[in-house]
């Protein structure tokens, strides 16, 4: 069986990394054969990491060029579907409805869908947004009747994927429980709160300045760690900032004692399934994140984590772990199994050909 996998970013975006390279070695091991040809460059990819920060007028820029660059490299990616059992496409959307083009080439479409977007990350309101809302949908709804199958990360995803197909199929994560796994504590020193995501995720940490805050007012020996951090800053904590590579981020989540994750609830973020909160939970330790009803379909409140809405449950939740290194642990390896269970790779591996091969059967 030959494969092509289309992500929307390189490995540089981190649902390229896990939706789509992690699979590879196992795809390959079981005589999948896999191309990887991204629907974006590089260069894009990186643009599109920083977007986040940048002013309309240089948004309006980046969208008119990767709209260029989709169109040039969509013609690559026909040449190789043409060649493939199976079009694979992570997020992968395109413009002008070039996806009927792609359904011609090659019938047997399978969509990865992860997030919801069908919609703006960020509700700025004016006529940019406006008009990105109404490409974007159009777009993912465009793919989503073309497709043979659809594979979704959680519920909420699910009942927008199904007015549009019916072959629904559910992988949440996943993780590789090999690469993240559980290191022993030293057990002394000062007990450190970690967070790890990107420049498009910082400003969600606003949301518990205060709580932050006041832990770094009642414990002196509480530090935080933020990985990958943008523009962030908060004079009541001693915050290092630790910049994310590949290499690093598994060390890195295993020196945290704590995991936070704070998010809105609203459409974007139900369309998530925060992937910080299953590293957290994959390497042992607790993870303390905002709720949503999607974060609810992986965590047992006070089983295997914690969920929190207010600025007095952050703190006193916080205060909690901070205060028994036996609670951390015991929460951290509730945390690791429920991973084990319900996330694993390996799990998820089988279930991706299953999918392939019933869309080839079709």
Request: proline share 4%; net charge positive; with cysteine.
């Amino acid at each position: 069986m030959k494969v092509l996998f289309v992500p929307y970013g390189t490995e540089r975006a981190p649902a390229t990394r896990y939706r789509v390279l992690q699979y590879i070695p196992h795809l390959e091991s079981r005589g999948i054969n896999c191309r990887v040809f991204s629907a974006i460059s590089q260069f894009s990819t990186a643009l599109m990491i920083k977007s986040s920060d940048f002013s309309s007028f240089l948004k309006l820029l980046y969208y008119i060029y990767v709209t260029i660059e989709r169109i040039l490299r969509f013609l690559c990616i026909m040449a190789y579907a043409v060649k493939s059992d199976i079009v694979f496409l992570q997020r992968s959307t395109f413009p002008f409805k070039l996806e009927a083009l792609l359904s011609v080439a090659n019938r047997n479409i399978v969509f990865d869908i992860d997030d919801a977007i069908y919609m703006p990350d960020r509700q700025e309101g004016g006529f940019l947004t406006s008009v990105k809302k109404f490409i974007k949908e159009n777009e993912v709804v465009n793919v989503l009747k073309v497709s043979k199958a659809v594979i979704v990360e959680n519920e909420y995803i699910r009942n927008y994927v199904c007015r549009y197909c019916k072959n629904i199929y559910k992988i949440p994560g996943p993780i590789d429980t090999e690469r993240f796994f559980v290191s022993p504590k030293p057990g002394h020193g000062d007990i450190i709160i970690g967070w790890i995501g990107s420049p498009a995720t910082t400003p969600y940490l606003y949301l518990i300045d205060n709580a932050l805050a006041a832990i770094g007012r009642k414990y002196n020996f509480v530090r935080f760690k933020f990985v990958g951090v943008g523009k962030y800053k908060n004079p009541g904590i001693k915050l290092e900032r630790v910049n994310w590579t590949y290499g690093t981020e598994v060390v890195d989540l295993q020196s945290f004692d704590i995991g936070i994750m704070p998010m809105p609830d609203n459409e974007w973020t139900r369309g998530k399934l925060g992937c910080k909160m299953l590293q957290y939970m994959a390497v042992g330790i607790p993870a303390v994140v905002s709720y949503t009803p999607t974060n609810a379909e992986l965590i047992s409140e006070g089983k295997d984590g914690f969920f929190v809405k207010t600025d007095e449950e952050w703190t006193q939740t916080l205060s909690k772990l901070v205060e028994s290194a036996s609670l951390r642990e015991r929460v951290g390896q509730e945390g690791r199994v429920a991973v084990e269970k319900k996330c694993a790779l390996n799990t998820s591996v089988d279930t991706l050909i299953s999918v392939f091969n019933k869309v080839r059967k079709q």
